[in-house]
């Protein structure tokens, strides 16, 4: 599948900015211009990429344009990889592992039940903690079957696999 490269005219306040020559690529595969800009497809031992120019000046002082969509990671990604191709340097391969901001508040929160546990506190007290105080009042019968429960083992088991060494996956996934 290729990578979809937007090209656009570097503002003349960048200073130099090296130009974009096709001649080191692989195939050309093809060439379209209409009056919405141009788009070439290339084909490379690294990949295929699909440029698109909105100006003749985007391959004279070009500059790439990444939309801030629910892609942005994945096209930056492909930039930096099309940058480094130009570049001539070596070629990341994958995508650097991010902690989103809900990740993270899941991950403090494991840790909190893995704090909570260490310090003698069950299930139910796990629960009232950090969930709700109505689950220390809770009669048996259903606090056996509830969410909150299962809420409060669940974090606890995952805090202590992330401080038993499930911590450098988050090196590896994020």
Known sequence: MAKNIILTAAPPE???????????WGRVLFDHEDAQGRV????????????TLDSPEALTHPAILIPL???????????????????GRAIPRH???VI????????????H?????????????????LI?????????????DHAWRKSARDWRDEGIA????????????G
């Open 69 to 87: 969509d629910p892609h942005y990671r994945k096209r930056s990604h492909e930039a930096t990889r099309f940058v480094s191709r130009v570049q």
């Open 40 to 51: 070439i497809g290339l084909d490379d031992p690294t990949g295929a990429f699909s440029l």
């Open 132 to 144: 709700d105080s109505r689950a220390l009042t809770m009669p048996l019968n259903e606090w056996r």
């Open 162 to 173: 992330l401080v038993e060494g499930g911590y450098l996956k988050l090196l590896l996934e």
């Open 100 to 111: 989103t901001p809900v990740r993270s508040l899941n991950l403090i929160r494991r840790l």
């Open 14 to 24: 960048f200073g130099s900015v090296t130009p974009l020559s096709l001649t080191p």
């Open 95 to 97: 995508l650097l592992p």
């Open 113 to 129: 039940a893995y704090d909570l546990y260490r310090a003698g506190a069950d299930e139910r007290r796990i629960a009232t903690v």
